[in-house]
Each structure stands twice: as C-alpha cells, then as structure tokens.
C-alpha cells in the first residue's frame, strides 16, 4: 500500500529541488526523480545545480526525509507525484514543452493505480484537459500554479501564499492524500477547472507587468520634472485600491523568462481567438525602452566616446539573489556595447567568456572599479549595497556612478565627489 505521507517530484530542476525540500520540511518523505546523469548523486551529497537563500540549510536540515534517485520506479509507492520540470523559453519566449512530455511520458507507466499526478511545470491554457485523456485507468491529474519567484523561492514554497489546484471538476473534493499534503502548509487552497488555473498563473504575472510598467513610466516623468519617486510610493501603498503590497520599485523593465513567455502567450490566445492584445505589446515596448536606461545615461554622459576606457558593471544576473541570466538588462548592455571595454562581477552568475570577448570577468567588487571611467550597477545584490564606498570609488579614474535601482548611499557617492544617478530622481 502507498503511504499517504510519502510524496514524489519528478523532474530536478529549479522547481523541483526546491518544492521537493519544502515537502520535507512539512514532514512528508519525499522520493524526489531525475534520471539525467550524475544529477540525483550531486542533490545527495548536497551540491545543488542552483543557488537560492536558504537551500542549503533545508536541505540538510530535513535530509533524513529526502530520497534522491535516478530510479523512476521508486515513485510508485508515492500517492502524490509532481510534475517539476523547468519548462525553458527560446530566444522568441516560447515555451520547449518537449523535455517536460518526454518525462512524463517515463514517469506514468510507473505510477501506481490510485496516484494523483500534479503538473507544477508551466503549460499552455488547454494543456491538461487533453492531456488527462491520454492518462490510464486510476490516475487522476491536476494542475497546481506554481509560484516561484527566483532569490526568494525557499520561502514562498515553505510558506505559501495560496495554492491554485486545476482540476477536472472544481467541485469534486481532492483525493484525501493531495488534499492532505496541501493542508499541511496551512494556507488557502483555491480549486477551479484546469483552464482556469493554467490561465492563472499568466494573469498573476500580468498584473506584476503591469504594475512594474506603470512604476517605470512615471518614475520617468520623475526624472525629467525634478519629482522624486520614493516620495511619491508611500501615497500609493496608502491607497486601498492599490495596497501596501503593490510593485513599486522602478526597475530595468522585466527579465527572467517567465514573465515575458506569459505576454507571448496572452498575444498567441487573442490572435487566435480574435481577441485585442495591444495593451501587451505597449508593456513589451515600454520594458523594451527601460531595459536601456544605463546604456541612454551611458551616451548622455560622453562616456561611451572613447572606446578604449573601461567601463565597471555590478551584476550580471537579471535580478539579486539568482544566478539566472535569462533576458539579463546587464547582458544586454555588453551585447549592445560589444565594440567597448568591460570589467564585471557578480556574486553568483556567469557568462560564457566567448560570447562577450570585450568584458573582463572580476573576482570582486573591487576590482572592477579600478581605473574604471564609469560604475554601473545593474543587479541590487545586497553586497554592493553593503560595500564600503570611499575605499571602493576612489579606485575609479572616473567620476560617474550609475544606480538604477538606487541601492548605493548616494549622498555618500556624491560627498565623494561623484556623479551618482538613479531611477525615478
């Protein structure tokens, strides 16, 4: 017999390592599935292919419940399995749904009668519906939004906000062990048909575009009319109709992969469904045009005409606390100032030497600074923040300091005597 507190992940990647360690740390035994080579020995002897605040310790502190294997067949004594597969987005963000059937395709023939198989891995709208057709006999499938925020991850999966179960009837009740493993983590549980819940998770980052638009407009409109965003965010958070929770932080538009797959997915349904879209693609333009606010202060400041002088970059990663480089603003620069000098660092990400010959890859914050014309910070990882500035700028040969998302003491740089920007001031 299944045990009811024994849960299965199959697929290892982002999604899976972290949900799989938070299923333990609410007490379930876990038989977390990867059949890719080398991968379920690495996540054994903890070395984690990922880097999010947090893992480690979880890990280890609730590895005596964590079962990693490379064996598909030890998922049938699980009355739950997840689907947890990354899905990735091409250059164009749509979604290469192939690897995540392909898995799913190795892992049912291998679920026992009576198991609930939980897709967690981000599909199309119509997605599950046809595929629970193809399911044999005893399986039920469900679809449950996933959340992750990358930088954050460990603590939304541990404390969820909500869970959003899709399934074939809303109104049915969930299978007693489903039902139990997402009452564990204490939190509101919303049932709906399938479509809507694949439609859900597109909407929640909708919105999050939206506010993160808007926020980058005006703190635009700031900068040229002398107003002060910052001063301007504790009116909106007063507001009820916008809450104290609202995206307000201007930003170098949206990055990621996710965010930007969901607005090609919005435009994909209303084309073929006759549907208008355009509010989509102003959001896609706008991010588009935030996205190079340090390149247009770059061009402003005269310090791209000499190419010769190095420029200093803070972060390569599109946002702190990921190692993710997917649609990074900072990669965008070097590609787009390919024919100028760099010198970059950043605490966890990387880049391929090869595709970016003009940047000079640092081993610190330091040096990067040195006898660099110009600082740009692109990514606000908490250790920039934390640098000592007059031990670290006085290294630059020039004067001008670049902080989109204002996370350096500029007061401090400006007593310095530097030239210090940042958004929405």
């Known amino acids: 017999m299944n045990h009811p507190r024994k849960i299965g992940f199959a697929g290892l990647s982002h ?124 399986i039920r499938l469900f679809y449950q939004v996933e959340t992750l925020v990358f930088g954050n991850a460990v603590e939304r999966a541990v404390h969820p906000e909500r869970f959003m179960a899709g399934c074939d009837d809303p109104r049915a009740e969930l299978p007693a062990a489903y039902s139990a493993f997402l009452n564990a983590f204490e939190c509101p549980v919303l049932r709906m048909r399938y479509e809507s819940a694949e439609l859900c998770k597109i909407a929640i980052n909708c919105f999050l575009v939206s506010s993160v638009a808007t926020s980058n407009t005006l703190a635009e409109i700031c900068e040229k009319t002398g107003a002060h965003w910052q001063e301007i965010v504790p009116a909106l958070r007063l507001d009820r109709r916008i809450g104290p929770y609202a995206y307000l932080s201007p930003g170098l538009g949206i990055a990621g992969g996710n965010l930007e797959r969901d607005l090609v997915t919005i435009q994909r349904l209303a084309a073929e469904n006759g549907c208008d879209a355009s509010v989509v693609t102003a959001w896609q333009r706008n991010s588009a045009y935030r996205r190079d606010w340090a390149l247009r202060r770059l061009f402003e400041s005269g310090a791209l005409e000499d190419k010769s002088e190095r420029i200093g970059v803070w972060g390569l990663a599109y946002k702190q606390d990921t190692h993710s480089i997917k649609n990074s603003p900072s990669l965008a620069l070097l590609r787009t100032l390919s024919r100028h000098r760099f010198a970059a660092y950043d605490p966890a990400a990387k880049i391929d030497g090869a595709e970016f010959p003009n940047v000079q890859v640092c081993g610190s914050a330091v040096e990067v600074v040195r006898d660099a014309a110009a600082l740009v910070v692109m990514t606000p990882w908490r250790e920039f923040a934390e640098a000592d500035l007059a031990r670290v700028l006085p290294a630059m040969r020039g004067k001008r300091v670049l902080d989109p998302y204002g996370i350096l003491d500029g007061e401090r740089c400006q007593s310095l005597g530097f030239s210090y920007e940042k958004m929405g001031a």
């Open 15 to 138: 999604l899976g390592i972290i949900y799989s360690a938070a299923a333990a740390a609410r007490g379930f035994d876990v038989v977390a599935f990867d059949d890719r080579a080398g991968l379920a020995e690495a996540l054994m002897s903890r070395r984690f292919p990922v880097a999010e605040p947090g893992l480690d310790q979880l890990a280890q502190e609730h590895a005596s419940r964590l079962h990693y294997t490379s064996n598909a067949s030890d998922l049938q004594s699980c009355t739950v399995v997840f689907l947890t597969l990354d899905v990735s987005t091409n250059d164009a963000n749509r979604s290469d749904l192939g690897p995540m059937q392909g898995l799913l395709e190795r892992v049912i023939p291998r679920l026992s009668p009576g198991t609930s198989l939980v897709i967690q891995s981000q599909i199309p709208p119509g997605f599950c519906r046809e595929f629970a057709k193809k399911l044999p006999g005893g």
